[in-house]
């Protein structure tokens, strides 16, 4: 499991009007369901193969303790799968794996996360034997990724309405990494309440294990969100992702790609 790390913030424009340096806090209790879905295609040597990925809905509880955040997940539900299909197996099994899976989220003086630490849920079978299901590490990723790419981070420096930064972050989509660059406007501030609408690209990733010369990488997307800066993640989320990797192997080339939908309900 690679190491937590922090995303980077550049601000590109203040905007313009009375200039607020927003920051998190008081942190309170938040639960939420993330819901995911899309289309994905994988290309290897043995042929095609295109199906539509489920809609996973999964519920997770953020508990604020002094500078840290406690973050638990709940069993999530699946639709869209064919009842009994290997994707409906698989999915429900990663589920699973994540139910009552969590940690602490440390964050830094401006509430943003800095780092992550995980622990496996009780259906981890290895458990008491001392060890960590292979399953139960790759959905604990999953959810570390999933929190920390849909957190939002604010740049330190004072914005008004129009500024734009910019965050770089790392995505796992379709089993591979990538640097996800996300460039953020603000759009409203009411209160406590912040919108933002922001626009991404990608990146190779050095850390992913493949040299950037084997990659081609192509990513898009961009959505809404709005933030309650006394909660540790956005209140509403909807966003798109575009994207496609063609890996080269010593043998042939592996090509994925596929569209991904990502909204946050809040309860």
């Known amino acids: 499991m690679r190491p937590f790390a922090a995303a980077k913030v550049s601000l590109l424009s203040s905007g313009k009007g009375p200039a607020t340096a927003l920051r998190y806090g008081p942190l309170k209790e938040q639960q939420l369901n993330v819901v995911a879905g899309g289309e994905w295609k994988a290309t290897t040597s043995l ?16 508990m604020p303790m002094g500078g ?28 699973g794996a994540l139910d009552g899976s969590g940690g602490l989220i440390k964050t830094d003086a401006r509430g943003v996360f800095a780092q992550f630490l995980l622990h496996p849920g009780p259906n981890d079978r290895l458990l008491d034997a001392g060890a960590v299901e292979r399953r139960s590490v790759y959905a604990m990723e999953m959810g570390r990724g999933l929190l920390s790419l849909l957190s939002i981070p604010f740049p330190v420096e004072p914005i008004a309405v129009g500024a734009r930064w910019q965050v770089e972050r790392l995505a796992i989509r379709g089993g591979f990494s990538y640097l996800q660059v996300t460039t953020f406007t603000l759009v409203e501030v009411m209160g406590s309440k912040v919108k933002v609408s922001y626009r991404f690209g990608g990146k190779w990733d050095p850390g992913s294990g493949v040299r950037e010369a084997d990659m081609k990488l192509e990513v898009s997307g961009g959505g809404t969100a709005t933030v309650d800066l006394q909660k540790p993640l956005p209140v509403a989320l909807e966003d798109e992702a575009f994207v496609a990797a063609t890996v080269q192997r010593a043998d042939s080339p592996i090509t994925q790609s596929g569209v991904i939908r990502t909204r946050i309900e809040s309860e």
């Open 47 to 62: 042929g095609d193969t295109n199906s539509p990925l489920p809609n996973m809905s999964m519920p997770v509880k953020l």
């Open 68 to 95: 840290a955040v406690e973050y638990v997940f709940r069993m999530g539900k699946v639709t869209g799968a064919p009842a009994g299909s290997q994707m409906e197996s698989v999915t429900k099994l990663m589920l």
